[in-house]
């Protein structure tokens, strides 16, 4: 089922409008700009979807890096770690936190 919400904050970032429920009969349309069909938030959905994971992939991955392999780093730059060791963190958080793949 699209969230029409999401579809709509992300693609008409600068549109004025509200929903009451989560279907497109509670879209009511504010901007000056032609009312997006449900065809079209449909048919945008998949996109969507795929930038919120995307994100959440990003945010798991920087999160790591600053908890995991950051310190790693400072430690390989003041000679205390090995490259490899940084490198070999860097992965491991890749490896745990794979982008999703395109719709």
Do not use: C
């Not at 992300?10 to 032609?34: E, H, I, K, M, V």
């Not at 945008?44 to 790591?64: E, K, L, S, T, Y």
């Not at 790693?72 to 963190?89: K, P, V």
């Amino acid at each position: 089922m699209t969230d029409y919400a999401a579809v709509l904050a992300a693609n008409y970032p600068d549109a004025l409008w509200q929903l009451d429920g989560d279907t497109y009969d509670g879209l009511t349309w504010f901007s000056d700009t032609p009312k997006p069909s449900q065809a079209e938030l449909d048919a945008a959905w998949p996109a969507v979807q795929q930038q919120q994971a995307q994100a959440q992939v990003d945010a798991q991955r920087h999160a790591a890096y600053i908890a995991e392999s950051d310190p790693l780093f400072f430690q390989w730059q003041r000679g205390e770690a090995t490259e490899q060791q940084w490198l070999d963190s860097v992965e491991s958080i890749r490896t745990r936190f794979p982008y999703p793949e395109a719709p």
